[in-house]
């Protein structure tokens, strides 16, 4: 079964959280849900998310694809030395890195230097972090083993990306059929 963790810090984007943690366990791939610091995270919009394991105790080797929400988290994340090297070690070794709205340009852009010649989106007006990188104003980007999304309102779009790269096409058809999701 492939693995994928989803890193959460205090004020993420909840839905940016949320959706890709259920549509991925839909899909049939194990997710873990490490917290930044905590077990029970708080996101932007005071709802509380309760993480599987901290991300200092997490063996961080052995994921197939990790996930990075945006929102203020996002900038937590990019000052976090252990998220930093467990996610250049992932994309290193060829791990799918999927981030979305602040993440691509704060985390993988600023702080990991992942984008450079790469082609990736992010929050508008966050582009402009990463003049290194190829930016696209597409919803999600997929460029080999990253990609990325825009906001809140394309986490369904940016999940069933992450079930395409991992399962397959099909599967990610067979999700959004039984989602309701239009236009994939």
């Given at each position: 079964?492939?693995?994928?963790?989803?890193?959460?810090?205090?004020?993420?984007?909840e839905v940016e959280a949320i959706t890709p943690?259920?549509?991925?366990?839909?899909?049939?791939l194990s997710v873990s849900i490490a917290g930044l610091n905590k077990r029970e995270v708080k996101g932007a919009h005071d709802i509380v998310i309760g993480?599987?394991?901290?991300?200092?105790?997490?063996?961080?080797?052995?994921?197939?694809?990790?996930?990075i929400p945006g929102g203020k988290g996002?900038?937590?994340i990019a000052k976090n030395p252990v998220a930093i090297a467990m996610i250049k070690r992932?994309?290193?070794?060829?791990?799918l890195i999927?981030?979305?709205?602040?993440?691509?340009?704060l985390v993988l852009g600023q702080a990991c230097g992942l984008l450079k010649g790469r082609r990736f989106t992010c929050y508008p007006g966050m582009e402009n972090l990463?003049?290194?990188?190829?930016?696209e104003a597409s919803?999600?980007?997929?460029?080999?083993?990253?990609?990325?999304?825009?906001?809140?309102?394309?986490?369904?779009?940016?999940?069933?990306?992450?079930?395409?790269?991992?399962?397959?096409?099909?599967?990610?058809?067979?999700?959004a059929s039984q989602t309701l999701s239009l236009g994939f």
């Open positions: 079964m492939k693995t994928v963790c989803v890193i959460l810090a205090d004020a993420c984007e943690i259920d549509w991925l366990r839909r899909a049939g993480a599987d394991v901290l991300l200092d105790n997490i063996d961080n080797s052995n994921f197939d694809c990790i996930v996002a900038e937590a992932l994309s290193s070794r060829g791990s999927a981030a979305i709205c602040a993440a691509p340009a990463v003049p290194e990188g190829r930016f919803r999600v980007v997929a460029d080999g083993d990253l990609i990325t999304a825009r906001g809140p309102g394309c986490a369904a779009e940016f999940s069933l990306a992450i079930v395409q790269a991992l399962l397959g096409a099909s599967k990610a058809k067979e999700l």
